[in-house]
């Protein structure tokens, strides 16, 4: 695009200016310019008041929209009442053919009775506003506008004050503020040749930056990738998927349209918000699986583990997520692989808080607090389940219940043991690691 020079700027440089900063699209940035150079375009869109937004509008773009229906309903409106012309039969049965029935038979014995008289002109006067009801339906019918062209038009038109509204609102009359306020500082815009230079050497100066940070981060990943891919992989090991492989792949994004080209290492590039790569992690659950981004190739228990994996992996790095929510981790999973997992949610639970559904007594065993949710004996909705913190005795007894299905001696003994042992681990755990047994 070639700027557009004005007469002040002519013969004599000028000092760039600063384009201003909003959260809406500056009307004085660089990349703004050729939006405000259509400021006049603009204005020529909105012209006030908008006709397409009032209400009145309505009626006439639903009329526009419906003509044909609108026009078949009056028609057979006006056919009931008189009488369709091109079919003399419907004579026999319309509303003004039967009111002259009706006033014909008491015609001749309304002269004998006053009341008789008085509803034969009852009958007179329904007959004449049936025949100007007609009249008007035949009006009605000529006068519909069934204009397709007009209706694209509008809506058309519509749309776009939608969008614009969309962009520059909430309302239209920010919308006209806002061209107002470009063509403002579009009058004070410097175009001058030296100002254009200043704005070219700044950009291809934050490119060479962006693209020597960009690379810095992208030789960064590609170092860490593939020990971040060993490190998930050995914890999914301990988590019951011993054949599972984690891959972490690092590519250069896609330019896409719009996108500045960079070059980095003498080839092309393309920045976003976070680098110039493309970071996936692909799952190969077992050695004859093919290798699928996580998202797309793992299950719902699978899918959680890895998570677990990686959480236990990054460790320091992901403390600002404060709350981690885990379920089904424990599908397909049992005896030691389940007291791996209920360690490692607990070494997690140091520093998060950390949500599990499960069904395992190995990783409820190691949890805070457990809570159990069930649907009450005596409710009669089926939609109500209850929640209940159990502890002590309580605790000992679901642990029972989740190890047998039943609360024997034998039973709770084991869930006793569970818990002691799980106490023990983690008072291990947390004098190895320099923290208190007290996680929270």
Same mark, same amino acid.
């Given at each position: 695009?070639?700027?557009?020079?004005t007469?002040?700027?002519?013969?004599?440089?000028?000092?760039?200016?600063?384009?201003?900063?909003?959260g809406?699209p500056?009307p004085?940035?660089?990349?703004?310019r050729?939006?405000?150079?259509g400021?006049?375009?603009?204005?020529?869109q909105?012209?006030?008041?908008f006709?397409?937004r009032?209400?009145?509008?309505?009626?006439?773009?639903?009329?526009?929209?419906?003509?044909?229906?609108?026009?078949l309903?009056a028609?057979?409106?006006?056919?009931a009442?008189l009488?369709?012309?091109?079919?003399?039969?419907?004579?026999?049965?319309?509303v !003004?053919? /039967?009111?002259?029935?009706?006033? #014909?038979?008491?015609?001749?014995? &309304?002269?004998?009775? @006053?009341?008789? %008289? +008085?509803m034969?002109?009852r009958?007179?006067?329904?007959?004449?506003?049936?025949?100007?009801l007609g009249a008007?339906?035949?009006?009605?019918?000529?006068?519909l506008?069934?204009?397709?062209?007009?209706?694209a038009?509008?809506?058309d038109r519509?749309?776009?004050?939608?969008?614009l509204?969309?962009?520059?609102?909430?309302?239209?009359?920010?919308?006209?503020?806002?061209?107002e306020?470009?063509?403002?500082?579009?009058?004070?815009?410097?175009?001058?040749?030296e100002?254009?230079a200043?704005?070219?050497a700044e950009?291809?100066?934050?490119?060479?930056e962006?693209?020597k940070?960009?690379s810095?981060l992208?030789?960064?990943r590609?170092d860490?990738a593939?020990?971040l891919?060993?490190?998930?992989?050995?914890e999914? !090991?301990? /988590?019951?998927?011993?054949e599972a #492989?984690?891959?972490?792949?690092? &590519?250069?994004r896609? @330019?896409?349209? %719009? +996108?500045?080209?960079?070059?980095?290492?003498g080839?092309?590039?393309?920045?976003g918000p976070?680098g110039?790569?493309?970071?996936e992690?692909?799952?190969?659950?077992?050695?004859?699986a093919?290798?699928?981004p996580v998202q797309?190739?793992a299950?719902?228990?699978?899918?959680?583990?890895?998570?677990?994996?990686?959480?236990?992996?990054?460790?320091?790095?992901a403390k600002?997520?404060?709350?981690?929510?885990?379920?089904?981790?424990?599908?397909?999973?049992?005896?030691?692989?389940?007291?791996?997992?209920g360690?490692?949610l607990?070494r997690l639970?140091q520093?998060?808080q950390?949500?599990?559904?499960?069904h395992?007594?190995?990783?409820a065993?190691?949890?805070?607090?457990?809570?159990?949710?069930d649907?009450?004996?005596?409710?009669t909705n089926?939609?109500?389940?209850?929640?209940?913190?159990?502890?002590?005795?309580?605790r000992?007894?679901?642990? +029972?219940?989740?190890?047998?299905?039943?609360?024997?001696?034998?039973?709770?003994?084991?869930?006793?043991?569970?818990?002691t042992s799980?106490?023990?681990?983690?008072?291990?755990d947390?004098?190895?690691?320099?923290?208190?047994?007290a996680?929270?």
């Amino acid at each position: 695009m070639t700027p557009r020079r004005t007469p002040r700027n002519s013969g004599r440089g000028a000092r760039p200016r600063t384009a201003l900063r909003t959260g809406r699209p500056g009307p004085a940035s660089w990349l703004g310019r050729r939006t405000c150079c259509g400021t006049a375009w603009l204005r020529s869109q909105l012209p006030h008041p908008f006709p397409e937004r009032t209400p009145s509008c309505a009626p006439r773009r639903r009329g526009w929209r419906h003509a044909d229906e609108l026009r078949l309903a009056a028609r057979t409106a006006h056919d009931a009442l008189l009488g369709d012309a091109d079919d003399p039969a419907s004579y026999a049965s319309d509303v !003004a053919t /039967l009111l002259g029935i009706a006033r #014909r038979s008491l015609d001749m014995e &309304a002269a004998d009775d @006053p009341a008789l %008289g +008085a509803m034969r002109d009852r009958i007179v006067e329904l007959a004449a506003l049936v025949a100007d009801l007609g009249a008007d339906l035949v009006q009605y019918g000529a006068l519909l506008d069934a204009d397709p062209a007009r209706l694209a038009e509008v809506e058309d038109r519509r749309a776009l004050l939608t969008s614009l509204t969309r962009r520059y609102g909430p309302e239209l009359t920010d919308v006209l503020a806002w061209a107002e306020e470009a063509e403002r500082q579009l009058v004070d815009l410097d175009v001058s040749d030296e100002a254009l230079a200043a704005l070219a050497a700044e950009r291809d100066a934050l490119a060479a930056e962006t693209a020597k940070l960009g690379s810095a981060l992208s030789a960064a990943r590609h170092d860490a990738a593939d020990r971040l891919a060993s490190s998930i992989s050995a914890e999914l !090991a301990g /988590l019951a998927m011993p054949e599972a #492989r984690v891959t972490v792949t690092v &590519a250069s994004r896609t @330019p896409g349209a %719009g +996108a500045y080209p960079l070059i980095v290492d003498g080839a092309p590039a393309v920045a976003g918000p976070d680098g110039l790569d493309e970071v996936e992690i692909l799952l190969q659950p077992r050695p004859d699986a093919p290798a699928l981004p996580v998202q797309r190739g793992a299950s719902g228990g699978e899918l959680s583990r890895v998570m677990l994996a990686i959480e236990v992996c990054l460790g320091e790095a992901a403390k600002d997520v404060p709350t981690l929510v885990f379920d089904e981790v424990d599908a397909g999973v049992g005896g030691r692989a389940a007291i791996e997992v209920g360690r490692r949610l607990a070494r997690l639970a140091q520093d998060y808080q950390v949500i599990v559904v499960t069904h395992l007594p190995q990783v409820a065993a190691y949890a805070d607090q457990h809570v159990v949710i069930d649907k009450p004996e005596d409710s009669t909705n089926r939609g109500v389940s209850a929640v209940r913190v159990v502890d002590g005795a309580d605790r000992v007894a679901e642990l +029972a219940r989740m190890l047998a299905g039943s609360g024997t001696e034998t039973a709770r003994q084991h869930a006793a043991e569970m818990l002691t042992s799980a106490a023990a681990d983690l008072a291990d755990d947390g004098t190895r690691n320099g923290r208190s047994p007290a996680r929270r």
